[in-house]
């Protein structure tokens, strides 16, 4: 039942807000939330499980997070208990698909609301996910009482279950529950560790994560590749903050009577740039009937 999460917006707001212009106006979920009700009472499921998923690992959460219908999202949690708990094929949260397609509000919401960690924490406190934060503190005293070390005997089992306590506490209410939802290939960690397998170095600089984030990107394509004419839009996808180049400038030593040589700096095409920046690396280019693709050898 993934295609509920991709109603048009204009529909969102019902039978009303069908024929405006304004793609968002009225999104109070009227126009999909009593179809996602009537259809669950014909026995169709939102959970977010591997069972629930179509062939891209995809849920309904993910659906509803690409489409950027916030309402739906919602009602997924608050009737369904849905958490962004579960990663795709290629290993994105719901939050990653929303941030993709530029639905930062949805994306927001995944992290601050509707995290797999928020609602641990809760659990772990005894509490509905829905509870306030007078609720919190007051749970969270009643049960520092019961297991704090220096009241119990039974040292080590208590101060281990206190601990646990203390952190779901502290994540409530000093972090405000948010998750920390994201595909980790795409961390800085993860990328950095991209960079010295390749380089077999400890230093790094900024730019060199160019290549990494190729490899990031091209990782689940395998020998099919992925299209260079795609890479730039994929790129900004997944880091909007860092946006792919626009202009496309090599370097290269050119000869000079006078001196050694001096630097160029050349104006060239996508195709050039990409090979002169992942020269050395992991990073294959094969041409095929659609064009270049990239590929990561060592996937290969």
């Known amino acids: 039942m993934h295609w509920i999460g991709l109603i048009p917006a204009k529909r969102w707001g019902g039978d009303n807000n069908a024929d405006t212009n304004d793609d968002k106006s009225n999104d109070d979920g009227s126009g999909v939330l009593p179809l996602a009700r009537y259809l669950h009472s014909l026995g169709i499921t939102y959970k977010s499980s591997p069972e629930n998923c179509n062939t891209q690992g995809h849920t309904p959460n993910h659906k509803a997070a690409w489409g950027g219908n916030l309402s739906l999202v919602k009602y997924f949690r ?3 208990g849905v958490y962004d708990t579960i990663q795709d094929e290629a290993g994105n949260y719901s939050a990653d698909i929303a941030k993709m397609r530029g639905n930062m509000e949805v994306h927001q919401w995944l992290l601050d609301h509707g995290s797999g960690d928020r609602a641990e924490s809760y659990r772990l406190l005894g509490l509905e996910p829905d509870a306030d934060m007078e609720t919190v503190k007051r749970r969270y005293r009643e049960l520092a009482r019961q297991h704090h070390p220096d009241k119990n005997s039974y ?7 206190f601990m646990k306590f203390k952190a779901a506490y502290e994540h409530l209410t000093k972090e405000n529950g948010i998750g920390q939802q994201m595909n980790p290939k795409y961390s800085e960690k993860k990328l950095l560790e991209y960079h010295h397998s390749a380089s077999n170095t400890t230093s790094c600089k900024d730019d060199d994560l160019f290549t990494s984030r190729l490899i990031a990107v091209i990782s689940d394509y395998g020998s099919s590749g992925f299209p ?25 030593q050119a000869k000079c009577k006078s001196n050694d040589g001096v630097t160029v700096q050349k104006k060239v095409n996508l195709l050039k740039y990409l090979k002169w920046k992942c020269k050395g690396s992991n990073i294959q280019f094969c041409n095929t009937e659609k064009g270049v693709v990239l590929v990561d050898k060592s996937k290969t």
């Open 155 to 161: 040292y080590n089992v208590h101060d281990e279950n």
């Open 78 to 80: 608050d009737e369904h």
């Open 228 to 252: 260079v004419s795609l890479i730039s839009r994929r790129w900004n996808q997944i880091w909007p903050e860092r946006p792919f180049p626009t202009e496309y400038v090599i370097e290269y």
